[in-house]
């Protein structure tokens, strides 16, 4: 069902083996065109520049030669894993390529690294979202992959670190994918549960009943007008040793988002399965974190439900008990993300752990802001955003630091709880929702990522089939590995 990564086989051999004359995907220089038999004019009039992801297949060589582009910029780990993407749509047809791809650009990033990011880049690109198809659609013929690296290459680490990772963000994208009617909070926390089972992370998963005892009156308000019951789920991995420090994710799985008895227009709901990307990047990266071992402890906290209009959903006006004790007036049922974060973002600072990070489709506004390719990143702590935007680029995961403005936060006075969950004002609707869970984290170290935008792409783009994207997993991953 997760998962669905096409390729099969993937081989590693050394450079100086016969294969590797086969392969010519790398950056093609002008004498080198001679021995493959292909003419550089040749290239430049079928309009092949190098293009970062540019393919170009000469079917009348034999073997059949693909130039793959690399770009003129410097070679980092998402331009290979771009790279091989486009490798692998340029082969897909073919039952088996052999690539010089990671020979190539060993040398810029290492040549472990550079083996990861090629079969990273090759089985994202090869994903597909096909669970409720009727018909299978035609699967790829690409079997063989064979890929070609420097001598004494652990390449073994590096293929199953490869997988992890990959894997990873499949199951992310997956969930997020997944319908709303096919995915309630209950569904949502049996994922996380079974990632439990296969990775040995603890797990808690609370009820309604438990909720209430825990006094979650954020969960509970958006969960009211819903016949499924909510889910607060918690993933942790405890390193074998002693352990260095504590980071803890917390991500907003809204399972659909009909905006409550503040119903959205047709427009707005339709995408609306996708509320829920925070908490499965938070999933996806902790099925990934027991592969990479840290020494610190990392806790992941969903918070699930739908949101759902119905007589007995929390109506405009009423007034939310938290779990830190703050009462909110709901003046807008669709502000829902922001209710149940409180109440986890309330369990996480209560442990004061190092460092609070928490991802969610929060705001359409951060779409209108930064557009559909950029996070917005905010936070109350230079050294934690500092951390935090040094994972992204790493990462490759594109996201922008916006201010916490202290002179909005009086938007959030009401006259008759301690907050509202909506700014006063028309503007800054993704300032005013990140100043609103502020409230919730004390001084502890944190950083919010509203992911609104980059949840999915509209079109297919380096390793990004159509669809939900995975966006977090790599960041999230990175913030660990850099502890
Ligand atoms: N889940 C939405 C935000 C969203 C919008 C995510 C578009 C992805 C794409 C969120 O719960 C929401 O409805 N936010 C409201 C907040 C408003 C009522 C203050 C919004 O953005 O309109
Ligand atoms: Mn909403
Ligand atoms: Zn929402």
């Not at 890929?147 to 894997?167: C, Y």
């Not at 119905?310 to 007036?329: F, H, M, Q, W, Y």
Request: glycine share 10%; with cysteine; charged share 20%.
């Amino acid at each position: 069902m997760a998962n669905q990564l096409e390729i099969s086989a993937i081989n590693v051999i050394n450079a100086g083996a016969d294969e590797a004359s086969v392969a010519t995907d790398r950056p093609i220089k002008e004498n080198e065109l001679e021995t493959l038999g292909v003419s550089p004019n040749f290239l430049a009039a079928s309009g092949f520049e190098g293009k970062l992801g540019q393919t170009l297949l000469l079917p009348e060589q034999d073997p059949i030669v693909i130039a793959v582009g690399l770009g003129g910029q410097e070679i980092t780990e998402p331009s290979i894993r771009n790279a091989a993407a486009s490798l692998w749509r340029a082969s897909k047809h073919l039952d088996s390529v052999t690539s010089l791809l990671p020979l190539t650009t060993a040398t810029e990033v290492g040549a472990e690294v550079a083996l990861q990011a090629t079969v990273e880049g090759m089985l994202l690109a090869s994903y597909r979202y096909d669970e409720l198809k009727g018909s299978p659609e035609e699967r790829s013929s690409l079997q063989q992959v064979t890929l070609v690296v420097p001598d004494g290459v652990d390449s073994a680490a590096a293929l199953s670190r490869a997988e992890a990772v990959a894997s990873a963000i499949a199951l992310t994208r997956d969930l997020v994918n997944r319908p709303g009617g096919s995915l309630s909070a209950v569904q949502l926390a049996d994922e996380a549960v079974k990632v439990a089972e296969q990775t040995g992370l603890e797990v808690e998963v609370w009820d309604r009943e438990r909720l209430i005892v825990e006094r979650c009156g954020g969960m509970l308000g958006v969960n009211a007008g819903s016949t499924e019951e909510p889910r607060m789920v918690r993933l942790t991995w405890r390193p074998k040793g002693e352990s260095r420090g504590t980071i803890h994710f917390v991500g907003k799985g809204i399972t659909f988002d009909t905006g409550g008895l503040n119903l959205k227009p047709f427009e707005g709901m339709k995408e609306m399965k996708i509320d829920m990307g925070g908490a499965a990047a938070v999933i996806g990266a902790m099925a990934a974190v027991a592969a990479h071992n840290p020494d610190v402890t990392i806790i992941g906290t969903c918070c699930c439900t739908d949101n759902q209009p119905s007589p007995t959903a929390t109506k405009p006006g009423d007034v939310l008990n938290i779990r830190n004790g703050k009462t909110v007036e709901v003046l807008n049922t669709d502000a829902e993300g922001r209710l149940v974060l409180a109440d986890g973002l309330s369990i996480a600072a209560e442990e004061n752990p190092d460092l609070i990070v928490d991802l969610a489709t929060l705001t359409g506004a951060c779409l209108v802001a930064l557009g559909s390719q950029y996070a917005g990143l905010m936070g109350n702590n230079e050294d934690a955003i500092a951390r935090v935007e040094a994972a992204a680029t790493k990462a490759g995961e594109r996201l922008w630091h916006l201010p916490l403005p202290n002179e909005y936060r009086k938007q959030l006075d009401s006259d008759v709880a301690d907050l509202q969950n909506i700014g006063s004002g028309r503007f800054g609707g993704t300032l005013v929702a990140g100043l609103f869970l502020q409230e919730f984290v004390d001084e502890t170290p944190w950083v919010h990522l509203d992911i609104a935008g980059p949840v999915t792409t509209q079109e297919q783009e380096a390793e990004f089939p159509k669809g939900a994207t995975g966006f977090g997993v790599r960041t999230l991953l990175e913030i660990v590995n850099n502890w």
